[in-house]
């Protein structure tokens, strides 16, 4: 593979440790009081939930999101923390990737009446996807250093 400047494995880790970026700045920008004390964020996932042509989105979060609003909001705010740690850190990569896509999915899904939700959950998907089969832990990461994956 020819590339400019930085090396193939390179690139990916820069894709990588942009994710994890971008992860930390999803969670930066959450309003952690409202969302722990108030449940707004669940609240507003909530309103959504309930208009949401499938059946099953509706039902699904009715089932696991409703009945624990309070677990739910750390489970989401802690998520978006550790996705972005590891990945700028390339620790434990492959579960970050992995992770991150099926939370992308999961927002996609509840978002998909929502185009401005889309491009950039679809996006983060992609890096996700394309850093996990591009092996992006290879270089620049605790995962390289320590011997892992």
């Given at each position: ?34 969302w ?27 089932t ?9 909001a ?10 972005g ?32 939700e ?32």
């Amino acid at each position: 593979m020819d590339t400019i400047w930085l090396s193939g494995a390179e690139w990916l880790a820069v894709l990588r440790v942009g994710l994890g970026l971008w992860w930390l700045e999803s969670w930066r920008h959450k309003d952690r009081k409202a969302w722990l004390r108030r449940g707004t964020g669940i609240t507003w996932a909530a309103d959504i939930a309930a208009k949401h042509r499938w059946t099953l989105v509706r039902s699904g979060f009715d089932t696991v999101v409703k009945p624990r609003p309070r677990t739910m909001a750390y489970v989401v705010l802690y998520a978006e923390l550790a996705l972005g740690v590891g990945l700028v850190l390339g620790f434990l990569t492959p579960l970050a990737l992995a992770g991150g896509a099926l939370l992308n999915l999961v927002y996609f899904v509840l978002m998909i009446h929502d185009w401005a939700e889309q491009g950039q959950n679809s996006m983060m998907a992609l890096i996700s996807v394309v850093g996990l089969f591009g092996m992006a832990w290879q270089t620049w990461s605790l995962d390289a250093a320590l011997g892992w994956f």
